[in-house]
């Protein structure tokens, strides 16, 4: 029997929507161990970790060493794995990483999903023993898998494109930002080029200096350069010193900070989210794989 993995409505889940978003569903269950894979999904891949897993389980049982048993504790936040005395977890698998999980339907014990690592970006295969429950764990992973993927949606997955996008508006400001600051410092060493060239050009040595030229309205022509001048006020007082462009260009009229709309809204995406939505978004698309299968190995079984 295989089954792949639907987000229909009319499918018929083990448990209440509420029961695994609110609390987790816990299941008693031996674990055989975990094991690397080369894909994230297949019915021959598990096959292959089961074989190896029980092989390994079966030199130990020879051993005098038995199969620990452990806690799991299922929910839309993903699948742990606890020592079920110390309730000390031993693996924490989150559900956008679990992409297959099957159940043997020869031997209704075994069942195992895959799971990328979050360290090493490995698929790791767990496998383990439950005596009764083995097919019901493996539908309550698909349905928190199901309502996980949902909650990932309302509470914004849609919006990481639209994210992304802002991310570049933001970068493309910050670039045309440093591009106008280099254009003005350019303006300013122009200007003061011109001054410089403007006072070695004059003769040395006058006297008064001359009055400048007026228009037929008696007012001074306006000049680019007329007000970096320095000019005596009537009553003997320099008059204060003007900021230069470098400083104008950070506060407005008012003497506050132009609003950004954009800058002030980077403080919402940082960066560690941001990829952190994208990889949630990678692996709900890559989507989970419910099975049914046969991977019984009946020489190497012996009720491990």
Not at 231 to 251: C, D, F, L
Request: aromatic letters at 8%.
């Amino acid at each position: 029997m295989n089954r792949a993995f639907s987000r229909k409505k009319d499918k018929t889940w083990m448990h209440t929507p509420e029961a695994l978003s609110k609390h987790y569903i816990p299941y008693n269950a031996k674990f055989l161990g975990s094991t690397e894979v080369e894909q994230p999904k297949g019915t021959e891949v598990v096959r292959d970790a089961v074989r190896k897993l029980k092989f390994a389980r079966h030199i130990k049982k020879s051993e005098g060493q038995k199969i620990p048993k452990v806690e799991l504790q299922i929910s839309i936040y993903g699948v742990k794995i606890l020592e079920p005395k110390t309730k000390e977890v031993q693996h924490n698998c989150q559900l956008h990483r679990i992409s297959f999980c099957a159940d043997d339907k020869t031997d209704k014990r075994i069942f195992t999903f895959i799971c990328k690592d979050s360290e090493s970006n490995k698929h790791l295969c767990y496998v383990f023993d439950s005596e009764k429950c083995a097919e019901e764990i493996t539908l309550t992973i698909g349905q928190a898998f199901d309502l996980a993927y949902r909650k990932f949606l309302e509470s914004g997955g849609k919006d990481v494109e639209t994210r992304k996008q802002i991310a570049g508006l933001q970068k493309r400001i910050q670039d045309l930002e440093t591009e106008n600051m280099e254009l003005k410092n350019k303006v300013q060493d122009l200007e003061s080029q011109l001054r410089t060239t403007q006072v070695s050009a004059s003769p040395a040595g006058t006297g008064t200096p001359k009055s400048p030229s007026t228009d037929i309205f008696d007012m001074v022509p306006f000049s680019p350069v007329s007000h970096v001048t320095s000019t005596p006020a009537r009553n003997g007082t320099q008059p204060p010193p003007v900021p230069s462009r470098a400083t104008e260009i950070k506060r407005d009229l008012f003497g506050a900070e132009p609003f950004d709309p954009f800058t002030c809204g980077a403080g919402d995406f940082p960066p560690d989210i941001q990829s952190k939505l994208e990889e949630m978004q990678e692996g709900f698309k890559m989507g989970l794989t419910l099975e049914g299968t046969v991977f019984c190995l009946d020489p190497l079984d012996s009720r491990c």
